[in-house]
């Protein structure tokens, strides 16, 4: 076993946080000291790991000297203010916010696409990518690398808990409320989300998309290392609570068969092909990725208007893939460094 470490969890409390836990314990990831923080409102709170309570402190008053890795998911602004805190300190931070992802001195890594990008941190900060973008480029990589995609037009179905523990709360309340003739009464969506779907995810910009479209534009170029892709997307909010499905179009500059885009998927690390063509014979956020690690991906076919053309259904759970497993697979290649 590798030496253990010091780590620390910031917005352990929170719907990644509590992954984070799950999925360190599960691969049993070598921690010396695991502390676990939140804002002042949780502190003191107990949370489960491995067997033991750990009580969890508050981030503005914790002393960061001595945590080797920090996985930080507390939203943007924690990460802003503290993440170069914790890196001065001497942590690596893999930050699961967008504080950092645009900026060209902090790699943006998915474990299975280019590890290689994560040693050079000159911040000493690793940015994890967006959920979709996460398991839209673990399954598409290996059909760039053989056929260059040139084109991506995305359409995501995505699950609550991206948003947080209170949509995930929302959710649940909503759909109650509805099945007893009650109000819904919208609090974390601009709009119902129980029994709807919801075209919008994060602000909207000058050019017409959302900034959770915009992600997948720039975060597919910085990964994929290469600025000419086009990405058009589409990002759809679904009253599903774990898992984030997409329909994904894409064009490449050499034709790649439905035959061929299957072999390779099917030898891609992190990737799980699931494509009989027949009811259940794909993948679902309920049947297969919830709580579940592979990028599932089905639904594969040559696409019928484009010459050059494949679609495909791609569904993983957002807090884990796209989210808490990438985050701890970056912990683990940083440490085995
Ligand atoms: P807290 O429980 O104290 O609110 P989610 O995305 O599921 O809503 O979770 C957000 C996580 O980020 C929670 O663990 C939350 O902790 C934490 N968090 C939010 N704001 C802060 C803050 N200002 N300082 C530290 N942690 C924060």
Known sequence: ?????????????????ETMLKVLAEREFPIRELHLLASERSAGEKVDFNGR?????????????????????AGGDVSKEYAPKFAAAGAVVIDNSSAFRRDDDVPLVVAEVNPEQLKNRPRGIVANPNCSTMQML??????????????????????????????????????????????PKPEVYPVQIAFN????????????YT?????????????????????????????????????????????????????????????????????GG????????????????????????HPRGLSLWVVADNLRKGAALNAVQLAELVIAE
């Open 53 to 73: 309570r750990i009580v969890v402190e508050n981030l503005a008053t914790f002393d960061p000297a001595g945590i080797d890795i920090a996985l930080f998911s």
């Open 197 to 208: 779907v919801i075209p919008h995810g994060g602000d909207f910009l000058d050019n017409g």
């Open 1 to 17: 076993m590798k030496n253990p470490v010091n780590v620390a969890i910031v917005g352990a409390t929170g719907a990644v946080g």
């Open 282 to 305: 794909y993948p679902t956020p309920v049947s297969h990725a919830s709580g579940n690690d592979p990028v599932y991906v089905g639904r594969i076919r040559e696409d019928i208007s």
């Open 138 to 183: 673990t399954a598409l990589a290996p059909i760039h690398r053989e056929a260059r995609i040139e084109r991506i037009n995305v359409a995501t179905y995505q699950s609550v808990s991206g948003t947080g523990r209170r949509a995930l709360e929302e959710l649940g309340r909503q759909t109650a409320a509805m099945l007893n003739f009650q109000d």
């Open 211 to 279: 900034s959770e479209e915009m992600k997948l534009v720039w975060e597919t170029r910085k990964i994929l290392g290469d600025e000419s892709i086009q990405v058009n997307a589409t990002v759809v909010r679904v009253p599903v609570f774990y898992g984030h499905s997409e329909a994904v179009h894409i064009e490449t500059r050499e034709k790649i068969s439905a035959a061929r885009a299957r072999e390779l998927l099917e030898g891609a690390p992190g990737v799980e092909v699931v494509d009989e063509q027949r009811g």
